[in-house]
């Protein structure tokens, strides 16, 4: 931004194009500083208050972080959420450029396929909750007739602690369909060329994908990594559904997500629930800051 | 699509070999590529199988054990049961309350906002537009709290507006997708405009917005679906039943009429769905090309 030496020397055509400029941008200012900067300074304070929600909040200091640290029920948030992140976010880059591979691999009835993996993306997230918990009921449900043909008994899923998180990463492979379209965009975009010359020096199709294709398309698995990771810090909505907010088994699927709502509007704590919300937004800074420094050597940016 | 131009000069015996080999191998390939796609589209289709089946049994059949994948007959009554019990009719009106105001909101502002970031030059604007982007790693959840205190005081809970009002002061996606588009527009054009004596704001009406109507429709797509579909605001904003949106009232039948039911959520829910599939199938290349718009120039 310029300083306010640089302001004074602005021409006159620099000055009105600035006051243009900043009218046409003027709705993203208020959104930004009433529905944003605002709230997030706000949000910072509060996590340092006593706030049950109709009374005033009382300064504490930083007594809402330190019972966050013995609060057994947040502690196994932090860990649901970095079990469901750890499985369902390298599962569902590999899945979304496995179908992408796939589908750039000249088929018929393009598509017809393409409809069919991208469908359950749009589709809204409560119906998809609503279809799941059906189809994991152990004693009605599809998922285990499946697996009962094959001979085997299948778990009690969502109502077992140890296979609830299974499932619900299992139903997150089913919305893959937007990385698809991405990977496929990005796959359509690597010169052929590179990939016949690579053909005419022997190399087989494994050495091919790993060292033309994904060093090609590596900014966008960057974005798709970085923005799954942020999704999946705050996945919400499927828990809720399926849990009816509780995050049952013995709080097997509580995430912070869900916590922190808990906190805030069935505890009425919204001091503590800020606090939870800055704790989560600090874990999604740091980690995609080390998303964009680890990936530094490893992704191409086509010589810009 | 491996080495179909490979093995060209061989003797000609070999050559047949080679060919007729070749064939094989091309052949088997063909094959594992539809076999894998056919193997995960099962996945994929699966639940909608099951949903759509599921719509149209009756309570008996529900618990039936190996699952009957076609009720006979089917009842398609649960579907009139849904729409009734459920005042699946309001929750639907209730949404394009929400839904439509929304799609005019995100269209006027992230177009304002977009070209104050394209097609206006001014010192320090990459700078602004950084800052845009950057707060798109913000998760919501950081902000909803003292938001909702403030909506709280204002009087707005159990009303549409803190659904809606926000929509009008940009959303930093739209604002990069529609800025990538209008960046990609001759200057030329612009400056004809200018010559002939329009203002800005003339220009960016009757020049600019013409052009970008491709890029609009993403928009007003996106956002259409994004209220359609979203849960987390309503639920924390609205809790009279009268004002339910589609999602909200769908959930809360799970917790109404429980699993001896299903039949009826499962048939609400295709209800739900149906909206979006109808206008996937309209604007199939505006969505595929949307989103790829989105993913690719970052």
Redesign the interface.
């Known amino acids: 931004m310029p300083t306010h030496r640089r302001l004074h020397k602005l021409t006159k055509e620099e000055r009105r194009g600035l006051i243009t400029g900043l009218l046409f941008i003027s709705p993203w200012v208020i959104g930004f500083l009433a529905f944003r900067i605002v709230p997030f300074v706000m949000s910072l304070y509060y996590s340092f208050t006593f706030f049950p929600i109709l009374e005033s909040p009382k300064w504490i200091g930083l007594a809402n972080f330190r019972n966050l640290f013995t609060d057994g029920r947040f502690v196994s948030s932090l860990y649901n959420t970095a079990y469901y992140a750890f499985f369902a976010v390298p599962l569902g880059a590999f899945f979304g450029i496995l179908l992408a591979m796939l589908l750039n691999m000249k088929v018929k009835g393009m598509s017809i396929w393409r409809t069919i993996f991208y469908l359950p993306s749009i589709t809204p997230v409560v119906a998809t909750a609503l279809v799941w918990l059906w189809m994991f009921n152990p004693r009605g449900g599809i998922i285990n007739y499946v697996i009962s043909l094959v001979g085997l008994r299948g778990p009690g899923w969502l109502g077992d602690p140890v296979w609830a998180k299974p499932a619900l990463i299992l139903m997150s492979l089913w919305g893959v369909g937007t990385a698809v379209v991405i990977y496929l965009a990005a796959l359509q975009d690597v010169p052929r060329e590179l990939v016949e010359a690579s053909q005419l020096d022997g190399a087989h199709v494994l050495q091919q994908i790993r060292y033309i294709t994904l060093p090609m398309i590596s900014p966008v698995i960057l974005f798709n990594v970085i923005t799954g990771l942020i999704g999946a810090f705050q996945f919400f909505t499927e828990v809720h559904v399926m849990t009816g907010g509780s995050g049952s088994p013995a709080d097997s699927t509580l995430m912070m997500s869900i916590y922190l709502w808990q906190s805030a509007f069935q505890f009425f704590k919204m001091g503590y629930a800020s606090a939870q919300a800055w704790i989560m937004f600090v874990i999604i800074v740091v980690f995609t800051v080390i998303m964009f420094r680890v990936s530094g050597r490893a992704v191409y940016y086509g010589g810009r | 699509?491996?080495?179909q131009?490979?093995v060209i000069t061989l003797s000609q015996g070999s050559k047949h070999r080679q060919t007729a080999r070749h064939r094989l191998t091309i052949g088997i390939q063909e094959f594992a590529?539809?076999l894998?796609?056919v193997l995960?589209?099962a996945?994929?289709?699966?639940?909608w199988v099951?949903?759509i089946s599921?719509s149209l049994k009756n309570p008996q059949e529900?618990?039936?054990?190996?699952?009957i994948w076609i009720p006979h007959p089917p009842r398609w009554d649960n579907y009139v049961q849904a729409f009734a019990q459920a005042e699946f009719a309001r929750f639907f009106l209730n949404t394009l309350k929400i839904a439509l105001p929304s799609v005019i909101g995100a269209l006027?502002?992230n177009a304002?906002?977009a070209?104050?970031?394209s097609r206006?030059?001014?010192?320090?604007?990459d700078?602004?537009f950084a800052?845009?982007l950057a707060?798109m790693?913000?998760?919501?959840?950081?902000?909803?709290?003292?938001?909702?205190?403030?909506f709280?005081r204002l009087g707005w809970i159990n009303t549409y507006a803190p659904l809606v009002v926000?929509v009008?002061?940009?959303n930093p996606f739209f604002?990069f997708l529609l800025r990538q588009f209008f960046m990609g527009l001759p200057t030329e054009l612009s400056d004809a405009a200018r010559v002939d004596g329009a203002s800005?704001l003339g220009t960016?009406w009757m020049v600019i917005l013409p052009l970008a109507k491709p890029a609009l429709a993403v928009v007003a797509l996106f956002q259409f679906?994004g209220s359609?579909?979203d849960?987390?605001g309503p639920?924390?904003y609205l809790s009279d039943k009268s004002l339910y949106t589609?999602?909200?009232g769908?959930?809360n039948m799970?917790?109404s009429y429980g699993?001896n039911n299903?039949a009826w959520?499962?048939a609400a829910?295709v209800m739900?769905?149906v909206p979006?599939?109808v206008l996937?199938f309209f604007a199939?290349r505006t969505?595929?090309e949307g989103?790829?718009l989105?993913?690719?120039k970052?």
């Open positions: 699509m491996a080495s131009t490979s590529k539809y894998a796609l995960f589209s996945f994929f289709i699966l639940p099951w949903m599921t529900l618990a039936v054990w190996p699952p006027i502002s304002l906002v070209y104050g970031f206006v030059r001014w010192p320090g604007r700078t602004v800052i845009v707060t790693i913000l998760p919501g959840f950081v902000t909803f709290i003292p938001l909702y205190i403030v709280h926000p009008f002061l940009a604002v800005e960016f679906i359609w579909n849960y987390f639920l924390i589609v999602s909200l769908i959930a799970r917790g699993f299903y959520i499962m829910t739900s769905i979006i599939i996937f199939q969505f595929i989103i790829a989105t993913g690719l970052g």
